[in-house]
Structures are given as structure tokens and as C-alpha cells.
């Protein structure tokens, strides 16, 4: 439990697995609960992280969202973060972890309205997801490339990736 802005919050940690058996780390953040009561249902907004990088760029949304009362619910894509996977695919299969996430959201019904949050590859994958499910009530993209051909290239010509 956390405070924001004289308001109490909570996270809720848990794993889903994907269409491939991995497991993906998430993290849901919401009003508190009060004793006795269900959770709180609000809008949610996933938030989709970049290449190389976690869940845990939505820490930098926490404060504009929490306070309007809109969940954030975020989870390290397959490949990343402390979810299972050794490599990410830049949107394709990236597209079928946030069809998880969605699933989970909708059939639980802790969301009254669900939107995107995506930065570079997060904001790729919630485009193209966007372009098939039209139930979402708004996308934000920050950064997505425009061209998966000319990524690949800068990508090969940058040299070998340290790991």
C-alpha cells in the first residue's frame, strides 16, 4: 500500500501465461480496497514498456493516473523484465501478450473502460493491436517506430548486442 496525493493505493502482484507458456510479472495498481469490499472498478490503462527495458517505466505514470482514478496495469512482455522468454520480437508476439492481459482484465470485469500507454515498442504492439480491437477507449504512443524494416537495419548496422 502506497500514498498519492493524500489518497491510498494498492499493488497487486501476480503472473499470467502466455499462448507460448511463459509466465509475464504483473503488477496492478488500484484505489484500496476497503475491509469487506470488492475492488474498486475503474478505468484501466496498460501501460506497454520499450525494448530493452520493464514494467517498471510505469512508475512514471503512477501520478498522473492514480489521482483521476484510473488503474494502471503493467507487466514485463515475455523476454523482459522478470517474465519468462529470451527475447522479444518488437510487436509481433508482444501483440499476443497484451491480447492476454486484455483477456484477463475484460473476463474479470476490474475495468470499467481500458486503455493504451505504450513507449517505443510498447506503443508499436498497442498500435497494431489497436488496429484489430476496437473496444479500447484510447491509446497513447509515445516514440513507436514507423517502419519495422528500417528498425531491423539500424538495429544490425548498430553492431553486436551486449548482453
Not at 488500484?30 to 470488492?38: A, D, M, T
Not at 475503474?42 to 517498471?56: D, E, F, K, T
Not at 515475455?78 to 529470451?86: F, L, N, P, R, Y
Not at 484510447?138 to 553492431?159: E, H, I, K, Y
Request: glycine share 10%.
Amino acid at each position: 500500500e502506497f500514498q498519492l496525493e493524500g489518497r491510498a493505493f494498492t499493488r497487486v502482484d501476480f503472473k499470467l501465461t502466455n499462448d507460448r507458456g511463459h509466465l509475464l510479472e504483473c503488477s496492478h495498481f488500484l484505489p484500496r480496497k476497503e475491509k469487506g469490499q470488492p475492488l474498486p472498478r475503474v478505468p484501466c490503462v496498460i501501460y506497454l514498456h520499450g525494448n530493452s527495458s520493464a514494467r517498471i517505466e510505469a512508475y512514471d505514470v503512477l501520478p498522473w493516473l492514480l489521482p483521476r482514478d484510473i488503474s494502471v496495469f503493467c507487466f514485463d512482455f515475455a523476454g523482459s523484465g522478470h517474465s519468462g522468454g529470451e527475447f522479444v520480437s518488437l510487436g509481433h508476439f508482444e501483440q499476443q501478450d497484451l491480447r492476454i492481459v486484455i483477456s484477463y482484465l475484460r473476463d474479470n470485469g476490474v475495468a470499467t473502460a481500458i486503455g493504451l500507454w505504450g513507449r517505443s515498442m510498447g506503443a508499436a504492439t498497442a498500435a497494431m493491436h489497436a488496429g484489430v480491437d476496437h473496444g479500447l477507449v484510447a491509446c497513447v504512443l509515445d516514440s513507436p517506430f514507423a517502419d519495422f524494416n528500417q528498425l531491423a537495419t539500424d538495429l544490425a548496422d548498430s553492431g553486436p548486442i551486449r548482453l
